[in-house]
């Protein structure tokens, strides 16, 4: 996982609440669990005037010229700022796959669904709940402001705009951690990898029999 520290990206703005997670991968494209390649089909029911399939080439795709992420001003957005309740629905781990894979780093909005809060830090993710004023705010600077992009530091717990103004956001101590040092589940228990081994070999001693190999 790619450790997060500070991240200065252009903003997309996504203006609307309850925002599910099939519609942001909807269900046809859960077949693999590579992690990559979803990055295409992010928000494909929107994005694209067909409906998309599994494994379908969606560069020749007819899109919808009036959604956010087609438009030129917003290309290459590595910061999505949403509104309430974003990731509710179901909980599949596809969601943040594919927002990471697309190029976003930092979601801000009032709120999270908890289960794709979670799923967020788990996969790079950085989810920022801000008031909902300040959102407010960061959506009319975002539509006023071509090139509108924000600053983030997650050791500071800051997010910076771009006349200058910052406002602080809260983050569990752990997870914080793990994003700092780029630490996954599997990252988190290989910290602890020499207390392992010594557990492993000091079992192997007293208990040798569940060590021996199958005949």
């Not at 790619?2 to 519609?23: C, E, I, S, W």
């Not at 927002?99 to 009032?110: C, K, M, T």
């Not at 101590?173 to 557990?199: S, W």
């Amino acid at each position: 996982m790619r450790a997060f520290t500070q991240y200065k990206g252009l903003v997309a703005p996504m203006d609307r609440a309850n925002v599910d997670t099939d519609m942001i991968i909807p269900k046809q494209f859960l077949k693999s669990i590579k992690r990559t390649g979803f990055g295409q089909n992010l928000f494909d029911e929107l994005r694209y005037l067909d409906e998309g399939k599994p494994d379908q080439d969606c560069a020749s795709r007819p899109v919808n010229p009036d959604f956010v992420l087609n438009q030129e001003r917003y290309q290459g957005a590595g910061v999505l700022l949403a509104r309430t309740n974003f990731g509710c629905g179901s909980s599949r781990e596809h969601a943040p796959w594919a927002l990471e894979d697309y190029g976003f780093r930092v979601i801000i909005a009032p709120s999270f669904a908890d289960i794709f809060y979670n799923n967020c830090f788990k996969n790079g993710l950085l989810p920022i709940v801000l008031p909902e004023k300040v959102v407010d705010q960061m959506f009319r600077e975002v539509e006023d402001n071509a090139g509108y992009a924000l600053e983030v530091d997650l050791e500071a717990k800051s997010v910076r705009t771009p006349s200058g103004e910052s406002f602080s956001f809260e983050v569990d101590d752990f997870r914080r951690h793990c994003l700092l040092n780029g630490l996954d589940d599997i990252g988190v228990t290989l910290e602890d990898a020499d207390a392992i081994q010594a557990y492993e070999e000091a079992r192997r001693k007293t208990a040798p029999w569940l060590f021996r190999a199958s005949s």
